[in-house]
């Protein structure tokens, strides 16, 4: 009998050290770590970006190559208020997430230039675009975002 009753304390103790709580807990808090890292290399590739940037300026690179650093910094700058937001919150916002498809889309129209593209291929970036600006509309109703300042 009083065997049983010590084998019952150990099974106790050993759901309480590898209980699924604490498992998904630590899980989360590796996950975050992982995040702040991917923060980390983001404010290092900004700060290269922008130093590219200037260096090129000074360098006389063309317009359209500046123009093209400064909008993929623009990138970087909402991928990271993206991942700021969910270290903060623990949640993903669509319309934060739509936002950085929306400037992604329109860096590579500035960078290509609308006047060398296709008409399918303008066609398509214009279906594409509306239904970002319509799910970014949807997501603002829906979502309680953060505004943070």
Do not use: W
């Not at 103790?13 to 807990?25: A, G, L, P, Q």
């Not at 123009?67 to 919150?89: D, G, M, N, P, W």
């Not at 296709?118 to 398509?124: T, Y």
């Amino acid at each position: 009998m009083n065997n049983t009753i010590g084998f019952q304390g150990q099974s106790r103790s050993f759901e309480s050290k590898f209980s699924v709580k604490r498992m998904f807990r630590h899980l989360d808090n590796f996950q975050d770590l992982i995040v702040f890292g991917c923060c980390i290399l983001l404010v290092f590739e900004m700060m290269l970006m922008l130093a590219n940037t200037f260096l090129g300026l000074r360098a006389g690179t063309s317009v359209q190559d500046i123009t093209a650093q400064s909008l993929f910094l623009l990138i970087l700058v909402e991928l990271f208020r993206l991942l700021a937001v969910y270290l903060k919150h623990h949640r993903i916002y669509v319309g934060i997430a739509v936002e950085v498809a929306v400037v992604s889309v329109l860096r590579e129209i500035i960078v290509e230039g609308l006047i060398h593209m296709d008409v399918p291929h303008v066609f398509a970036i214009c279906v594409f675009l509306s239904v970002l600006g319509g799910l970014m509309f949807v997501s603002h109703k829906v979502e309680d975002v953060p505004i943070e300042h």
